[in-house]
C-alpha cells in the first residue's frame, strides 16, 4: 500500500482578454480495489461561474466549468490524495478456456466488450497486424500471457521515447513506421495491435509515479501519463504501459478509461477569439508517496484546445 498525492497544474496565456466557452476536465481517480481516492480539490483562476459534475458513458467523472467573464490567463490546479495498493498478476490468473492463444470471449461478454475489440484505425497493407503477428509463434501453443507481455516488452525496449507539441496522438500505423513516439502513442498502437489479434483493449489515462527521477528510467513523469488495459476472462482488464513495460497497476494511477484516446483527454475546451490571442501554455505535473520528495515535475504537454 502507498499514498501518493498529485498536484496539476495547467495555465492557458493570452495576449489580450479572451471569453471563455466550457470546459471539460478529467482528473478525479477512478476509485477501485487497488486504489481509493482519500481527497481531491479543483481550483480554477478566474473563478468559474459554475462546476457541475457528471458520469461519462464509461463511468469517469468529468467536471464541466463554465467560466464567465474574460482574462489573458485560465488557471487550472487540481490536487489528489489516493491510497493505491499495488497489484501485479504476474501469473495472469484466468478462466483456463483463455489461457492459451488464441480464444473466444464467450456471448455475453463479447456483447459488452463490443467496439472494444474491433480495430479503430486504418491499417493498410495490415502492418500493425503483421508487426502483432510476429508475437505468435506459428504451430505453436502458446500461453495467451506470454503474447500479450512479449508484445508490450517489445515497445518498450525497441521504440523510442519522445515528447512532442503537437495535438492528439499518433495514428498506430505511423508509430510503427517512426519506431517512437509518446506515452499516447504507444499505448494505442498496443491497443490496436492486440485488437488485431482478437482482444478487447482500452486506453487508460492518468499518472505516474516516478521514485526516482534523477537516473530513472522510467517514462512518462512529468505530465498525464497513458497506458492500455486488455480483457482477459478471469483476469479482467489487466494494466499494460507499454512505455515502461510494466504490467499491473504497480505505480500507475489510473484516472479514466475509454475505447480511443480522444475520448480520455484530460482537459479541453475553447475560447472565443483569434488564433492569434494565444500566447501559449504550460503544464506542470507533481506526483509524491506519503514521505517522499516531489517528483515529475515541468513537462509540458497539450491539452485540447480550439479557437472559435
Known sequence: MMIFSVR????????????FEQHRLMFRPRDSFDQTLFSCSLTVTPEPAAVRWIHDVFGNCIALIDISGRAAELRVETAIRVDHTIHVPLDLEQDERSLAFPFSYDADEAIDLGRTVLRHYPDPGDEVGK????????GE???????????????RQSFVYTRRSEHGTQPPGETLRLRSGTCRDFALLMMEAVRSLGFAARFVTGYIYVPDRDGSTTLGGGSTH???QVYLPGAGWVEFDPTNGIVGSRDLIRVGVARDPKQAVPLSGSYVGSARDFEGMQVQVNVTSEGGAAQNEGATERPSMSVR
Do not use: D, E, K, N
Not at 496539476?8 to 471569453?19: E, F, G, K, N
Not at 508487426?131 to 506459428?138: L, Y
Open 8 to 19: 496539476h497544474i495547467t495555465s492557458y496565456r493570452y495576449r489580450r482578454p479572451v471569453r
Open 141 to 155: 501453443m502458446v500461453r495467451t500471457g506470454h503474447v500479450l507481455m512479449t508484445l508490450c516488452y517489445a515497445i
Open 226 to 228: 497513458a497506458w492500455c
Open 131 to 138: 508487426w502483432a503477428r510476429q508475437f505468435v509463434p506459428a
